[in-house]
């Protein structure tokens, strides 16, 4: 098994490992039931301590894509399916005129960029050494605690410890809430809204309702008094920008207590709000409506942590509990304690400062060079207030929109475009800017307007 990991990369060791693993069976380098080196041999190969490949091993146990019995060799799951290669006719093999994307601008959930390498060494040598896992299903209790002192420290909110669970990133964790409140739901998502999220609904075998959504937010007043649950982005509205007023707030607590829908709330990329401070989660507004709050780790610390978590209400949270006990943690133990130690030690909120300088100066970038080249082109342009890099463009005609497209297609530039934010189509672009790295960012302004970079 021939693997390489670098200490210098952001990414921590273990999440390089089992990476590399997992690519290595997607393609087919590694089949069901094939053995793996041992965690004592492989570290030996890399030059890393047992404990990072033991970590690795772990999240593929979780996964499942590892099996590991007493006294036999660690194996890829002998059950695991994979889906086949996609038949087709047969390769074309001439020149492509449009070469393969090397930078995307479609909508992203962003990241903040990486802790420091060093900083991650210490949080995984110091997780290695601690004592053994609690026997807690919902979460390493010193992880729970210390994402509930984050949101006092970084959201001004009070939260129980024990109402909070460990998931493995936004996507899981809307598995999870959804897993606990039934089948065949009727899911309200914002129309339009950022797309991450809302595909993991159909999936999951609950029926997506779009809700109308204006520059304030979800309109309450035309929202359906069936819905089961609603999932809701009020401090940061995609592709606005803005933040849902007081009043809406308000009114929308009100809507679901009397109807007695769930508010899931996304907190997505709120923290790295810089123009206007974040306001607080829905969940502190009101008691007496259910609210379920999605938070991820790979915003603050990175985008390839497949780690979050869920903060429920106080009569949701057996049952959440309840249902990730049964499903099992995805999060492997020394990750977990790894990710407490940089909440506790600051580094985390460090890191949304550095990236609200970061993003400031994107935002600066970009209105001297985007929005010009956008305009030059007679689009109608929409930066959002609250801050961040992204911006929507609405052309005069669908031949602009696609000269436009067709110029940056041919740097190896990918749009967004509206549709994916809309039920009803929307013939516009989404670019984003805010979660590519300064290479790609600075490639992105390039293309868009050459000569013209930050």
Known sequence: MLLSVSPELPIPLPTQIAQQIRLAVTNGTLQPGDTVSSTRALARQLGVSRG????????????????????????????LTLAPPAQ??????????????????????????????????????????ADGASLDKTGEPELRAAIAEHLRLARGIQVDPAHVVVTGGSREGLQLILYTLGSRLRVGVEDPGHPGLRRVIPLSGHEVVPCTTDPGGVVVGELSDRLNALLVTPSHLYPFGGAMSASRRSSLLNWATRTGAVLIEDDFNTELRYLISPQPPLAALSPGADVLTLGTFSTLLSRELAAGYVVASPTLAPALRETRELLGMPVATVTQRAIAHLLDRGYVRRNARAAHNRLARRRKAVAAAVVPALEARGARVTVPEAGGADVTAGFPTVALRQQFEDQLAASGVECGHESSLWSGG???LVLSFSHLTDEDFEYALEAIHPGKTA
């Open 52 to 79: 990072t490949v033991v970590t690795a091993y772990d999240q593929l146990i979780s996964e499942g894509f590892l099996l590991a019995a007493q006294g036999a060799p660690t194996r890829i799951h002998p059950a």
């Open 88 to 129: 087709g006719p047969q390769r074309d093999t001439r020149p492509r005129t449009t070469p393969r994307a090397r930078v995307s601008l479609r909508p992203s959930a962003g990241s903040a960029g990486a802790v420091r390498p060093a900083a991650w060494r210490k949080a995984w040598r110091d997780a290695l050494n």
């Open 426 to 428: 929307g013939d516009g």
